[in-house]
């Protein structure tokens, strides 16, 4: 079955730097751009940072842009979202987000990790 399985959730205080990690197994997972997103409480489920299948190309919301950094294992299944300068705002539930290229029609979600930012 498709998994996506996070980690790396926690509590930092603000400044501090977290890694995300998300290991997919049941797909191909070359053939999928990755992505991460957040919701924090009340708010919409917001895309924070994606990455395509293959290229390289990136997209970051520009809340995190030079914060945070999206990169992929392709040999170890992993997609990873290094977060460096929280702040209380990145408060929010992660979740790892899987889309089959070039289509799109096929996609899967992670369970969510939690992110705390406080002092």
Not at 39 to 54: D, F, H, I, M, Y
Not at 104 to 114: R, S, V
């Amino acid at each position: 079955q498709v998994q996506l399985v996070e980690s790396g959730g926690g509590l930092v205080q603000p400044g501090g730097s977290l890694r995300l990690s998300c290991v997919a197994s049941g797909f191909t997972f070359s053939n999928y751009a990755m992505s991460w997103y957040r919701q924090a409480p009340g708010k919409e489920r917001e895309l924070v940072a994606a990455l395509a299948n293959v290229g390289g190309s990136t997209n970051y919301a520009d809340y995190v842009k030079g914060r945070f950094t999206i990169s992929r294992d392709n040999a170890k299944n992993t997609v990873y979202l290094q977060m460096n300068s929280l702040n209380p705002e990145d408060t929010a539930v992660y979740y790892c987000h899987a889309k089959r290229m070039p289509w799109g029609w096929t996609d899967y979600w992670g369970q969510g990790t939690q992110v705390t930012v406080s002092s």
